[in-house]
Structure formats: C-alpha cells, structure tokens
T-cell receptor, first 114, second 113 residues
Framework: AQSVTQLGSHVSVSEGALVLLRCNYSSSVPPYLFWYVQYPNQGLQLLLKYTSAATLVKGINGFEAEFKKSETSFHLTKPSAHMSDAAEYFCAVSGETSYDKVIFGPGTSLSVIP | DGGITQSPKYLFRKEGQNVTLSCEQNLNHDAMYWYRQDPGQGLRLIYYSQIVNDFQKGDIAEGYSVSREKKESFPLTVTSAQKNPTAFYLC????????????FGPGTRLTVT
C-alpha cells in the first residue's frame, strides 16, 4: 500500500537560509510524487511533480525536489527562504492504480524568521 | 479560466441542521474528491468519485453524503449525524491524463454552533 511520511511537523528557517522539507514514501509500484503548498485559509497549490522523467524536478517559486529511489525519498528544497514561503507543505504519492486515490502526507508547517 | 469553485467561502449553521457544500469544476476532470482539514492536521479524505453516478467512501465518510449527477458537480452534505462538523472543507479534481495531479478549490470553512 502507498504511504507518505513527512519528517518534522514544523520547520523554522531564517530568511535567506536553505529550506529542506523531508518526504519519504512507500509504494508497491513506480510512483508519481507531488509537493503542494497551502497558504492560510486557501486551497492547495501544486509546487512540483515527479513523473518518472528527470529525477531532479524544478517547480514554482524557486523550489525543487529530487527523487531518490534507493532512499524512497522526495525531499523539497529551496536555496534561499523568503518570508512569502511561510506556509503548509504537503507531499503526496499516487495510488497503485488509476482508480486509487492520491495519498497525502501529514504536512509540514514552514516558518520563516526575519 | 478553468478551475474549481467552492461556495460559500464561510458557512455558519446551527447544530442539528444538514448543510450542503458546493463544488463545481470546468476542467473536464473525471475524478473529484472531498477532504476535511482540521487545525494543525493534514487532509482526510471524505468521499471521492471517479466517474459520474459513482462514488466511494474515503477514510472518514460517516456523517457525510455526496452525489455525482453531473461531471462538473460534486456537492457534499454534512448531516446532523456528523459529530464534529466544524472544519475546513476542500474539494479537488484530477484526471489520469494529468498523472493524478489534483487541482484544489479555495475551500469552505464551516462553523457549526
């Protein structure tokens, strides 16, 4: 069965510092992987997705993630945090078949300290 | 512009009343989903529908009901049987051609007193 874990329910970084949000997955089939961002009182917005092409995926707002099959990880990074990056971030993995739902991780709340 | 609309943004109800949350999409997506989000928690799946006139229970379906009479619409009814209905409700849609990337609506915040 598919599952997603996100290490750290809350992460704080200083403005300008590296952002690293961790995601590990379990999947019985080659997965599609996603990172979403949610700002307060809003819906989720796709940051980036891995679809079995390049293992390093670039997304919006300067974020990128690297798919590492050997580590079953899909960590999200950004070289320099901005105040506007403060939000909730969710990692997700596709289901085993086209009829299965996407599985979301519990989320990581990112705070950016000025 | 294509997207998902949810209305209203804020909804207030008295305990014991049923309430229906609207979700409409013009993305031509086959699959639609309802999630519940509580403060500090992730998304919990309530119901999902892969095709018109068919839907499946998610992880927390008790106290909720849905219908899928049209491809564009997937309304959620929160019944009086739902013990703790106050929450933020998110609707989403996806398509296999999009590799299951989910598009989310802006959400409805329901408060029941």
């Amino acid at each position: 069965a598919q599952s997603v874990t996100q290490l750290g329910s809350h992460v704080s970084v200083s403005e300008g510092a590296l952002v690293l949000l961790r995601c590990n997955y379990s999947s019985s089939v080659p997965p599609y992987l996603f990172w979403y961002v949610q700002y307060p009182n809003q819906g989720l917005q796709l940051l980036l997705k891995y679809t079995s092409a390049a293992t390093l995926v670039k997304g919006i707002n300067g974020f990128e993630a690297e798919f590492k099959k050997s580590e079953t990880s899909f960590h999200l990074t950004k070289p320099s945090a901005h105040m506007s990056d403060a939000a909730e971030y969710f990692c997700a993995v596709s289901g085993e078949t086209s009829y299965d739902k996407v599985i979301f991780g519990p989320g990581t709340s990112l705070s950016v300290i000025p | 512009d294509g997207g998902i609309t949810q209305s209203p943004k804020y909804l207030f109800r008295k305990e014991g009343q049923n309430v229906t949350l609207s979700c409409e999409q013009n993305l031509n997506h086959d699959a639609m989903y309802w999630y519940r989000q509580d403060p500090g928690q992730g998304l919990r799946l309530i119901y999902y529908s892969q095709i018109v006139n068919d839907f499946q229970k998610g992880d927390i379906a008790e106290g909720y009901s849905v219908s899928r009479e049209k491809k564009e619409s997937f309304p959620l009814t929160v019944t009086s049987a739902q013990k703790n209905p106050t929450a933020f409700y998110l609707c989403a849609s996806s398509t296999p051609e999009g590799l299951y990337e989910q598009y989310f609506g802006p959400g409805t915040r329901l408060t029941v007193t």
